[in-house]
């Protein structure tokens, strides 16, 4: 499943999309980078049956949500009719906007997850040449050897292989076909020495050692930015709401400002948000290499 917030089935969204082809059009024209994000996905699916289904799972979405609002807020009919409307509108551009950008972080984290692997995967690559095995057994070792992404993204080649491509023509498709950069430029360096019969033994030797100063250099930025972010969050987590308690408690106290269970909720209810975001950012930054 490409977003877990597409709640029609793709044959209902194929045949509305028949019907309602130049909005599927046009809606890609507004979102252009979903048809990329989608084919880099799935090669199988049709951007225009994701965008369709996209559509009307948000209205979908947004209609459960305004009926529930125009049922339990408002006290007069224009009210609820006003509450329930706007439920409806924001939840359904909400919902529409996370399944477009869905894709992008599914890329991401395909991305994530072969960079990860890829150090480890070189070294395989690496020990089996020198040992005397022939690059598409090697080949063969990787696409079976449970680096996950990567792994498949080695299977692609083999098949290729198989199907009538050379090594490095093979390697060269699937360095294009890549999610992750940084694997498509190692990939074309080691198709660049296939193709002109270089050691590939020292080539894989030189990518292997700067694999693992790119991770070293990432991890120390990594940590150097944690120092400021954790810090923040202590402020924000620990510090501000205390002393927002206080100040509040002083005003109710001095300038007869009421202290309520509404308030306290709510500073609670932004200091877990604000903690939140942070952990995601957090997230976020770490490398793949610590994943």
């Known amino acids: 499943m490409v977003s877990p917030l597409l709640v029609f089935p793709w044959e209902v969204a194929t045949r509305i999309e028949r019907g309602f082809r130049q909005v599927a059009i046009y809606l890609l024209r507004v979102v252009p980078f979903l048809e990329h994000d989608i084919k880099s996905i799935d090669r199988n699916l049709s951007p225009r049956v994701y965008v369709m289904n996209s559509l009307l799972s948000s209205f979908a979405f947004g209609i459960v949500v ?126 660049n020495g296939v193709e002109k019969g270089g050691n590939l033994s020292s080539l894989l030797e030189s990518i292997s050692t700067y694999i693992d100063r790119y991770n070293e250099r990432t991890i120390k930025s990594y940590l150097s930015t944690m120092n400021m972010v954790i810090l923040i969050f202590f402020l924000i987590g620990i510090t501000l709401p205390s002393l927002g308690i206080v100040f509040l408690v002083v005003l109710s106290s001095v300038g007869g400002i009421p202290l309520d269970i509404f308030t306290l909720m709510l500073m609670l209810f932004v200091s877990l948000f604000m903690q939140a975001t942070i952990l995601y950012y957090i997230r976020s930054l770490k490398p793949p290499i610590l994943r």
């Open 66 to 191: 305004g009926i529930a609002v125009f049922l339990i807020f408002g006290i007069n009919l224009f009210e609820k009719f006003i509450a329930g409307f706007g439920a409806f509108l924001y939840v359904s551009f909400s919902v529409f906007m996370i399944n477009v950008i869905f894709p992008k972080l599914k890329i991401r984290d395909i991305a994530n997850a072969i960079n990860k692997e890829l150090g480890f995967a070189i070294r395989d690559l690496l020990i089996q040449l020198k040992g005397g095995v022939s690059l598409y057994e090697a080949m063969i070792s990787i696409a079976e050897g449970g680096y996950g992404e990567l792994s498949k993204m080695f299977k692609r080649v083999i098949f290729l292989v198989n199907s009538g491509y050379t090594d490095s023509a093979a390697l060269q498709k699937v360095a294009l076909e890549s999610k992750s950069d940084f694997l498509r430029k190692i990939i074309w360096q080691l198709a």
